[in-house]
């Protein structure tokens, strides 16, 4: 189960981060979907649970524009994304832009982990905690 919040390696001219080794740990292989999430963040799957996650929003009615609206949002801005052998991977620019990325942070959220920028989740943090 990914849990925690870990201020990751980053290096914002190569886009390259490194996953912390908590969260690499519970992935199966060394391949992660990374897509767009909600709140301007990221979700990173592991390829089992994406599978798992996938399977869920297929079954929801066609027919209903709110099922076919999250399978556009999730489905279109998906991509299998390789880890090297430290963990580390590129951050595609668009999604970098999408998530307003400048200094991550890496949080675990049950089934998946999500990338924010570091005062984006500060401000997510205080309306939780609120």
């Known amino acids: ?16 981060i490194a996953l912390p080794k908590k969260i690499r ?10 897509s767009f999430g909600f709140e301007k963040c ?23 524009r709110r099922s076919r609206n999250i399978r556009r949002f999730i489905f279109a801005n998906a991509t299998v994304i390789k880890l090297d052998d430290q963990g580390r991977f590129v951050i595609p620019g668009n ?6 990325i400048a200094k991550p942070v890496v949080v ?15 401000e997510e943090l205080k309306k939780l905690e609120a």
């Open 1 to 16: 189960m990914f849990l925690g919040s870990y201020i990751p390696s980053f290096d914002k001219h190569s886009r390259r």
């Open 25 to 34: 740990d519970y992935l199966a292989t060394s391949e992660v979907i990374l």
């Open 42 to 64: 990221l979700f990173g799957f592991d390829t089992k649970t994406w599978q798992k996650e996938s399977e869920k929003q297929l079954a929801l009615p066609l027919t209903e």
């Open 95 to 100: 999604y970098l832009e999408y998530a307003q």
């Open 108 to 122: 675990g959220a049950g089934d998946h982990f999500e990338i924010w920028e570091e005062a984006n989740w500060g």
